[in-house]
């Protein structure tokens, strides 16, 4: 009897031993995921013309190449000019660096495309929230600004928003807020808060201009995205007028494309209105239509290097 009431006892005690294992197993099991944060909302530092909010990696160099073609149809376009191949509106070449997995900076050289050419451009951004996996935090939000001064010749009219009295004339600065959520495996989601000053302008233009800008990400594949961005600049009516009367319209810039990563690259295929790869200028001086054949196929090359240590996430 003994040896029977020791085994029944060495059996409850194992059983309760084993469920209490599985408990505490399982309380660390969700004590790791709590919190994660949600991986490739994009999977680039750029959607189509604005930020997304994926930031570069600590010691991590990127290599940019952003080009804008001309128009593929309309007046300009079509087999005279290879549907715009033959011609190019802006070119961005560019070196980001990550500081660490939050903060980034850049330093790059555009073409130019509007009343400024032959841009230098600086930027830094910083992310402020990571969006996690059970929804502690519901959508990711970075800071970004960045600084353009023109090399360009000045004009030799004082009226002329090209003319340059000083070095503060040449510069253009950006701030925008970027917010991101990721809803399920497949589809991201970006509202971008911009504000622009350019302190030179022509007459009856703003200086300082509000936009937002609006984009989304469907996930065709592993490797594979669509994407679609809008900015709507807060232009004044009386400015709008002006330039209506004097021939000029300005135009929301619109885009459209695939997001496509290979390893270290991530290569963008775009169509888009806008002809400047600046948001200084593709903002508040996009003339350029859809609905006019003015639109134009661009692409953005990303090829990125691990600097002071190897990669230590997994794909």
């Known amino acids: 009897m003994k040896r029977l009431i020791a085994i029944i006892l060495f059996c409850c005690t194992g059983s309760i031993v084993s469920q209490a294992q599985n408990d505490l197993d399982k309380l660390f099991d969700s004590a790791a995921i709590r919190h994660q944060p949600v991986m490739y909302t994009y999977k680039g530092t750029r959607i189509i013309l604005g930020h997304s909010t994926e ?9 940019r190449v952003d080009h804008r073609f001309g128009d593929a149809a309309g007046e300009f376009g079509g087999p005279k000019s290879f549907f715009g191949m033959d011609n190019s509106t802006d070119i961005r070449i560019a070196f980001e660096y ?10 790059g050289r555009s073409k130019g495309s509007g009343i400024q050419s032959q841009l230098i451009d600086g930027l830094i951004k910083y992310k402020l ?17 960045n600084v353009t001064i023109t090399a360009m010749t000045s004009a030799k009219d004082s009226v002329n928003p090209a003319f340059f009295k000083d070095a503060a004339d040449r510069m253009n600065y950006v701030v925008q807020a970027i917010v991101s959520r990721k809803i399920g495996d497949r589809l991201s989601l970006t509202l971008s808060p911009t504000y ?23 996930k065709l594949s592993k490797r594979v995205g669509f994407i679609v961005e809008y900015f709507y ?21 619109l885009g459209v494309g695939l997001e496509i990563e290979t390893g270290g690259h991530v290569f963008h295929i775009n169509f888009t209105n806008a002809t400047a790869v600046q948001e ?18 661009g692409f953005n090359i990303s090829r990125r290097f691990t600097l002071f240590g190897k990669k230590n996430w997994k794909k």
């Open 55 to 63: 930031m570069l990696r600590k010691h991590e160099l990127d290599f």
């Open 196 to 218: 622009v000053h350019r302190n030179r302008v022509g007459y009856m233009d703003m200086n300082n201009m509000f936009a937002l800008g609006a984009a989304g990400r469907l």
């Open 129 to 145: 929230l990571s969006q996690t996996t059970d929804n502690h935090v519901p959508f990711s939000v970075a800071l970004m600004a």
């Open 233 to 253: 600049p807060f232009r004044t009516q009386e400015s709008k007028d002006y330039y209506k009367s004097q021939g000029l319209s300005f135009y929301n810039p």
């Open 98 to 107: 990550g500081i660490s997995d939050r903060l980034m900076v850049g330093l």
């Open 280 to 297: 200084s200028q593709f903002i508040p001086e996009t003339t350029t239509s859809w609905l006019q054949g003015q639109y134009r196929w």
